[in-house]
């Protein structure tokens, strides 16, 4: 089914780096959310006004809640395959994460509500009315959310969504929720205890974990997550393709939506270099990269003395000193001076954000292994901490 809806309503479905395919994969999945939704509201509210059961009707209204995550998600995915403009020139891909988390504040919502209506249950318990017919009904909603289920992370797979992640996400609380409620129908009708008022509350409690859980997944990428680590090896490696380039540093990398992303980062190139044909090379690196990789990347020419002898040494002397200490240190902006009798080695030191050691003590290290390579050695460091 899932094969048959995509080769119906999306053209050319593997080019999913297209904007125009991935709106319209999430334009489906929002259709396909608010006609599900909307059969399996109506369906769970007949059977919970004929059976009079409060975790049944909770679980209609979630359906219902569905129903109007899948009308945003729909909207999101229009929104975001617009074309940047003036205001926002970047695109508007972030607009999906939006949509993720106003389906995750809508999920809390109606799981509070329904908290605070199955505690009341509780504490005044009502009869519940049960046949097998209604039972089989309230039951059907199951394989209809199963099919959601797969539904939903085939297509967030294919075009990398946070929204249809968490959608697919709420399908599966949805299974278990309906079981919940499935079973708190069933005893309700064995025993005066207010099994249905308590499977109303352990309802809402899971759909609002649920929530909460999406709030995490769809925020961390509007606030400005660390890229994927594999992207960001697959980006050096394609820079360091260049023979022209003999290193790269001060990589940063910005999301603007899934599948879009924007870089900047310092290509080190031998000062002796033609500037003009070096420029020419970088630009071509920044072409291939755009043309393999989701990356809008900027390159900054960064030039270095590669060929000098006594550069050279000092240089492979920090870097070693650099690597002693912690093998994802980068030395980068070498200098190398001589004043006053004494040599000043310049240098700025890239170290993780999770590095224990502390900015004086990494130049106290740093000058006292140096100095064994000379006596009269000075160093001058600046630390800078990493953005991938």
């Not at 540093?249 to 270099?273: C, I």
Request: hydrophobic share 50%.
């Amino acid at each position: 089914m899932t094969g048959l809806l995509i080769r119906l309503f999306v053209k050319h479905p593997g080019r999913t780096s297209d904007q125009r395919v991935r709106e319209a994969y999430g334009v489906l999945g929002g259709a396909v959310g608010i006609v599900c939704n909307l059969l399996l509201f109506a369906v769970k509210l007949s059977v919970g006004l004929l059976t009079g059961s409060i975790a049944v009707m909770a679980d209609a209204v979630n359906n219902l809640s569905d129903a109007g995550s899948s009308v945003i998600a729909l909207f999101g995915a229009r929104l975001a395959a617009k074309p940047a403009d003036d205001q926002h020139p970047f695109g508007h891909g972030r607009m999906e994460y939006v949509a993720g988390l106003v389906v995750a504040v809508i999920i809390i919502a109606v799981g509070l509500n329904f908290f605070k209506s199955s505690v009341e249950r509780i504490v005044e318990p009502a009869e519940v009315h049960l046949s097998p017919v209604l039972f089989i009904f309230a039951a059907c909603s199951i394989p209809v959310k199963l099919w959601m289920l797969f539904f939903y992370r085939n297509i967030a797979k294919r075009i990398d969504s946070a929204v249809l992640r968490a959608t697919a996400f709420d399908s599966l609380s949805d299974i278990l929720t309906t079981l919940v409620v499935l079973i708190s129908l069933y005893t309700s009708t064995l025993t005066t205890f207010p099994v249905d008022g308590i499977a109303g509350v352990v309802v809402a409690a899971m759909v609002v974990v649920g929530g909460v859980k999406v709030v995490r997944d769809t925020i961390n990428p509007l606030l400005g997550e660390a890229p994927d680590r594999a992207l960001v090896e697959k980006l050096v490696d394609k820079v360091l393709e260049n023979p022209d380039i003999c290193g790269i540093h001060d990589l940063m990398m910005h999301n603007y939506g899934p599948g879009r992303y924007f870089a900047t980062a310092h290509a080190e190139v031998n000062s002796d270099a033609d500037p003009v044909s070096i420029h020419d090379s970088l630009e071509n690196t920044e072409r291939e990269v755009a043309l393999s990789l989701p990356v809008r990347l900027v390159l900054h020419c960064d030039p270095f003395e590669k060929d000098d002898p006594e550069y050279k040494k000092w240089r492979i002397a920090a870097v070693g000193t650099a690597h002693g200490f912690d093998a994802r240190f980068q030395v980068y902006d070498f200098r190398m001076s001589h004043a006053a009798g004494s040599l000043l080695l310049r240098f700025d030191l890239l170290v993780p954000r999770d590095c224990p050691a502390k900015p004086a003590e990494l130049r106290e290290m740093f000058q006292r292994e140096l100095e064994k390579y000379g006596e009269r050695v000075k160093v001058s460091i600046r630390i800078e901490h990493a953005f991938v």
